[in-house]
């Protein structure tokens, strides 16, 4: 099977009836809760029915409890019995049908109008266009090569997942016989939501810059007294347009070659993630390997490195974590694959925990056990931190470069410079509160009271001596930027009044990871200042399709029976 990228035109015509394939869900909005996609021997096409079918290719069941709990759960499972190609196909198939409500709420709240009809012909979404077509070429290229065959047929069977779901979403299922075609203005934004951050620089788009300074994410990783357990957790930063949210658990046996061979070792998979997208983008990933994966956000504030951003041997940041959760055994593997085809977009810290690696109650460094890995354009650096872990009881991310070469690379001196410790990486505000913070967590419950932490009003290290008021709420391990003042005065753009903050928690351990198992809250941290409330709230005029109004929800514990 070959893989065709559709060139689309910029005519209106051409847009609208794009946009309703990505909008409008098909007549009737028939959402099951649980779905099986089958496949018609005879004829050889695939349907779906609503109900579980122990010959489905693919099955797929949703828990929509957002009201309730803050979170829908998603289970995504496929048949070995079929080959990798049509299970992918039909894993996207059977998601979209589950979740198709939740899908154009999510696009409507986040996506909707981003290189719309009004701004297709913009001079940046024709570079973005443009960039995204020649780079789906260039992957199709290397899919048609005998090089490296299985790191491309992850990468083929992830966009035909993606096509799946698209197709499933627009009512036109048809799986792809020789070739098909993906819209760069289609669900494939959905995925692109960190690329774009870097994409949006590098490609010049005039407006909308990304505030200066601004965070995505607080993780800590948590060595308990005595070793007794190793405790992994990660807090989402973003919009609070985006926290419609579903956790999912994908068992996908994909064979590791295209002419067979063993199941991949990540076959299955728990993350957090969100409507529309076949990855986290949080992104926090509990794999059937024994790794746990996830990542905070450094950005690149150097534009001398924006020439490395380029089309051509590249494979997007979502693409490539893809592709190393499947195929990583460890975590110099996971980052050996992940280095391969640096797009330079989406320039995260990301750590490996490998939990085939912990031995309770033992004082001896494992090796392996940690890895870190930073990325920037044109450079990526990774290195074994277990000796760190060991030693100080904690790995803490914040967005900020841990590798001197990337620190020094990515423009932070500069911005040290001219900003002060803000921008330095041992002490920015998150740095000295996890460092006297961590030692407070002696179990799952204190690990959560401190990823949810932020007493802004009140802790000496939330102070902005430049800002006016002094205390912000950005300065803390959950942010609630919303509780800035809207008429203070801010050196930059991450101290003011946003609708910004910490939007979830999630977190680990070593018992629990064996079972897939997350503690996990939705909703901005309320612990130690109010709760979130849209009708209360200075957005209130913003899309929040499907939210709550009140967000003071509890943790949850995500069981998978």
């Known amino acids: 099977m070959t893989l065709e990228f559709r060139?689309?035109?910029?005519?209106?015509?051409?847009?609208c009836l794009l946009l309703l394939a990505v909008l409008a869900p098909s007549v009737g909005w028939a959402q099951s809760s649980e779905v099986s996609v089958i496949l018609d021997a005879t004829t050889g096409t695939l349907s779906t029915v609503p109900e579980r079918r122990a010959e489905a290719v693919a099955w797929a069941v949703l828990k929509d409890t957002i009201l309730e709990n803050g979170w829908a759960i998603l289970e995504l499972q496929t048949n070995a019995e079929y080959n990798d190609s049509i299970q992918a196909y039909a894993a996207g198939v059977a998601e979209a049908a589950v979740t198709q409500r939740l899908i154009y709420m999510h696009w409507m709240n986040t996506m909707v109008g981003y290189c719309g009809p009004y701004k297709y012909q913009t001079p940046y979404c024709e570079r973005l266009r443009?960039?995204?077509?020649?780079?789906?070429?260039?992957?199709?290229?290397?899919?048609?090569?005998?090089?490296?065959?299985?790191?491309w047929h992850q990468v083929r069977l992830v966009l035909l997942q993606l096509k799946g779901l698209e197709d499933s979403y627009s009512g036109r299922i048809s799986f792809p016989q020789k070739k098909f075609t993906l819209s760069p203005f289609g669900f494939l934004l959905f995925q692109l939501g960190g690329d774009l951050e870097d994409l949006e620089a590098a490609l010049n788009k005039s407006d909308g810059a990304k505030e200066l300074g601004s965070g995505s994410c607080s993780a800590l990783i948590k060595l308990l007294p005595g070793n007794k357990d190793l405790l992994v957790s990660h807090v989402t930063w973003?919009?609070?347009?985006?926290?419609?949210?579903i956790t999912k658990k994908y068992t996908l046996p994909f064979r590791a070659n295209p002419n067979g061979g063993?199941?991949?070792?990540?076959?299955v998979q728990t993350f957090s993630s969100y409507p529309g997208t076949i990855f986290s983008g949080d992104d926090f990933y509990i794999l059937s390997s024994g790794l746990v994966s996830l990542e905070t956000t450094i950005g690149n504030s150097n534009p001398d490195l924006w020439k490395y951003i380029q089309p051509q041997n590249s494979v997007l940041e979502w693409l490539r974590n893809i592709v190393a959760n499947r195929l990583a055994t460890g975590g110099k593997e996971w980052a050996d694959v992940f280095t391969k085809f640096n797009s330079g977009t989406y320039n995260n810290q990301w750590m490996v925990v490998d939990y085939n690696k912990f031995i309770v109650g033992s004082t001896e460094i494992p090796s392996g056990l940690l890895t870190v890995l930073e990325q920037l354009p044109g450079i990526v650096i990774s290195g074994d931190k277990s000796d760190d872990l060991y030693q100080t009881g904690y790995w803490a991310s914040y967005n900020i470069p841990y590798f001197e070469e990337i620190f020094n690379a990515s423009g932070q001196v500069d911005l040290m410079k001219k900003y002060g410790d803000w921008f330095s990486y041992s002490k920015t505000p998150r740095a000295q509160i996890f460092r006297r913070n961590n030692t407070f967590?002696?179990?799952?419950q204190s690990m959560v009271k401190l990823m949810r932490y932020n007493d802004f009003l009140h802790d000496p290290l939330s102070r902005c001596e430049s800002c006016d008021p002094k205390q912000n709420g950005e300065n803390a391990i959950s942010a609630r930027s919303d509780l800035n003042p809207a008429n203070g005065t801010y050196p930059f753009g991450a101290m003011r009044q946003r609708q910004h903050g910490g939007t979830d928690m999630k977190v680990t351990s070593y018992e629990l990871a064996k079972h897939y198992t997350i503690v996990a809250v939705n909703g901005p941290t309320w612990d130690q200042v109010p709760a979130f409330q849209w009708s209360t709230s200075p957005f209130s005029n913003?899309?929040?399709?499907?939210?709550?109004?009140?967000?003071?929800?509890?943790?949850?514990?995500?069981n998978w029976d």
């Open 542 to 558: 913003l899309m929040h399709m499907g939210h709550p109004d009140l967000w003071n929800f509890e943790p949850i514990v995500i």
């Open 7 to 15: 060139h689309v035109r910029t005519e209106m015509a051409a847009w």
């Open 262 to 267: 063993s199941v991949v070792p990540g076959s």
């Open 238 to 245: 973003n919009t609070y347009q985006s926290m419609l949210r």
């Open 130 to 151: 443009n960039y995204l077509e020649a780079n789906l070429a260039w992957m199709q290229e290397q899919m048609e090569t005998d090089q490296d065959q299985d790191y």
């Open 441 to 444: 967590v002696q179990d799952l």
